[in-house]
C-alpha cells in the first residue's frame, strides 16, 4: 500500500513571496504520478501540478513548480510570488500508472498575508 | 462544458436513516470516483467505476456503502443505517479514461451530517 505524508499542517507567507510545501511518500511501485491539489474554501478539489515519476524534469506551470526526488520519495511544491488567491488547502496526492485510486495527504493549509 | 455536478450540496439526516447522494460527472468521461473526506484530513478512496462497472472498491469501508452506475455516466452512493461516524464531505471526481495521465476533475461535494 502507498502511504503520502505532509508534515506542514499550516504555513504562511507573505504576498510575493516564496513558498515551499514538503510531501514524502512510501511505494514500491516505479510507475507513477504525483500530483498536488488545491483545494479553497469552496471545496473543489483543483488540480495544480503533476509529475510523471520517470521523468527526471520537474514539473512546472507557470508560479508553480515542483522538486522531485525519486530516491528519496520527496515532491515539494514551491509557489513563486505568492498571491491571496492562493490561500487554500493544498493536498499532495499519489497514483499507480494505470490505476483509478489516488491515495491524499492530510494536506497543508496555506495562509497568504498581504 | 459544465463541471462534475453533485446533490445534495449538504444532508442532514439522522443516525440509522437511508441516504442518496448523486453525482453528476462531466459529459464523456469513463471513469467516475467516490472519496470521502472527514474534516482536518485528505480525501480518502471509496470506489471508482470504469464505464458501468467497479473497477475498485477496495476503498468502502462495510457493507452500508453501495455505489451504482447504471448507464456509465451518473452515479449514486448509497448509505444505509448511517452513523454519526459516516459524518463527512462525500467528494466524486471524473477523468476521461481512468488513468494517472487523465487529470481528475472534482465536484464540490456533499457534507453529509448524521445526527
Known amino acids: 500500500a502507498q502511504t503520502v505524508t505532509q508534515s506542514q499542517p499550516e504555513m504562511s507567507v507573505q504576498e510575493a513571496e516564496t513558498v515551499t510545501l514538503s510531501c514524502t511518500y512510501d511505494t514500491s511501485e516505479n510507475n507513477y504520478y504525483l500530483f498536488w491539489y488545491k483545494q479553497p474554501p469552496s471545496r473543489q478539489m483543483i488540480l495544480v501540478i503533476r509529475q510523471e515519476a520517470y521523468k527526471q524534469q520537474n514539473a512546472t506551470e507557470n508560479r508553480f513548480s515542483v522538486n522531485f526526488q525519486k530516491a528519496a520519495k520527496s515532491f515539494s511544491l514551491k509557489i513563486s510570488d505568492s498571491q491571496l488567491g492562493d490561500t487554500a488547502m493544498y493536498f499532495c496526492a499519489f497514483m499507480k500508472q494505470d490505476a483509478g485510486k489516488s491515495t491524499f495527504g492530510d494536506g497543508t493549509t496555506l495562509t497568504v498575508k498581504p | 462544458g459544465a463541471g462534475v455536478s453533485q446533490t445534495p450540496s449538504n444532508k442532514v439526516t439522522e443516525k440509522g436513516k437511508y441516504v442518496e447522494l448523486r453525482c453528476d460527472p462531466i459529459s464523456g468521461h469513463t471513469a467516475l470516483y467516490w472519496y470521502r473526506q472527514s474534516l482536518g484530513q485528505g480525501p480518502e478512496f471509496l470506489i471508482y467505476f470504469q464505464g458501468t462497472g467497479a473497477a475498485d472498491d477496495s476503498g468502502l469501508p462495510n457493507d452500508r456503502f453501495f455505489a451504482v452506475r447504471p448507464e456509465g455516466s451518473v452515479s449514486t452512493l448509497k448509505i444505509q443505517r448511517t452513523e454519526r461516524g459516516d459524518s463527512a464531505v462525500y467528494l466524486c471526481?471524473?477523468?476521461?479514461?481512468?488513468?494517472?495521465?487523465?487529470?481528475?476533475?472534482f465536484g464540490n461535494g456533499t457534507r453529509l451530517t448524521v445526527t
Open positions: 471526481a471524473s477523468s476521461f479514461l481512468g488513468r494517472a495521465d487523465s487529470p481528475l476533475h
